[in-house]
């Protein structure tokens, strides 16, 4: 009877210390896979706001770059209304420093940037930091004289870049 009162006693005892540890195992088990999932999330949110980043970089930078291809466009060819409609944009989001330094440069003040040197900063600006590429290294084509007739659908291109800055 003293025997069966230990063997009853030693089976309840390893079953409950056996079903304890189960329970803190399937805890740990369910905390972990939690952690992952949260951590796998954290991850994929912060991706998605670098693409978020980078495209509102895209755009942006496509604002300028319309602009300034716009406004250094020959032969009478000039859109008013776009170029108000680009500038109107640039300076919605640009900083007060850059875009006092792009209204001085579209108004053709003296002193104001070249072009080049306003699109290295701005380049800058939106990167968040200056990579070490140059202003001079910013290819600016001039734009090409249409040689033929009037009913000939043949565009014939020089190319030509202006020289950059010896700065």
């Known amino acids: ?5 230990a063997f009853i006693i030693s089976s309840i005892s390893s079953i409950s210390t056996v079903s ?10 369910s905390w972990i896979i939690e952690r992952l999932k949260a951590s796998i999330k954290h991850e994929y949110d912060l991706k998605m706001l670098e693409v978020e980043r980078q495209r509102e970089i895209r755009l942006k930078g496509a604002i300028v770059s319309d602009l300034l291809a716009e406004w250094i466009r020959k032969n009478g060819k000039l859109d008013y209304h776009e170029l ?5 944009q640039a300076f919605i989001w640009l900083p007060k420093n ?11 003040q003296p002193g104001s940037q070249d072009l080049r040197d306003l699109i290295k900063e701005i380049r800058t600006y939106l990167q968040e930091e200056d ?3 140059k202003a001079k290294d910013v290819i600016v ?12 659908s043949h565009i014939y291109s020089d190319a030509v870049t202006k ?3 010896t700065r």
Do not use: C
């Open 84 to 88: 108000n409609r680009l500038s109107f």
């Open 141 to 152: 084509f001039n734009e090409p004289d249409i040689k033929g007739t009037p009913n000939s």
């Open 1 to 5: 009877m003293e025997y069966t009162q």
């Open 131 to 133: 990579d070490g590429f």
């Open 163 to 165: 020289p950059k800055p």
């Open 20 to 29: 304890i540890l189960v329970f803190v195992g399937y805890l740990l088990r």
């Open 98 to 108: 850059l875009a006092e330094k792009l209204s001085s440069s579209l108004s053709h």
